[in-house]
């Protein structure tokens, strides 16, 4: 499983197209397909309608919708989080008046 095949997923969802979508996300069309059906390997059944266009989600594929939005939010939130913490983890703050830090500090 791979977050890229989750984001794939919303584009997808979002652009009824493999062409469009595969385009949005910077992979060649055969890619994109690749991961969308690896996707579904993965999960065990039929996200997309292949049927007719433009492409529509299944019911599985609707269920996974709010699941992969959340996740993909939640990594990355997560991600800023851990970030910001570690540049603030070497950090010291210091308050002081302007007399005691050009005495002080330097």
């Known amino acids: 499983m791979r977050i890229a095949w989750l984001e794939d997923f919303l584009a997808l969802a979002e652009a009824g ?48 919708m709010p699941i992969a939005s959340n996740v993909i939010h939640q990594l990355y939130q997560g991600r800023e989080n851990i970030r910001q913490t570690a540049r603030g983890a070497n950090t010291m703050k210091f308050e002081a008046t302007h007399t005691i830090s050009i005495l002080f500090f330097p």
């Open 17 to 64: 197209s493999f062409s469009r979508a595969a385009a949005r996300r910077n992979v060649a069309q055969p890619a994109f397909s690749r991961r969308i059906r690896l996707l579904e390997e993965w999960i065990g059944v039929t996200l997309f309608g292949r049927d007719r266009q433009p492409i529509r989600l299944t019911d599985a594929g609707r269920q996974l």
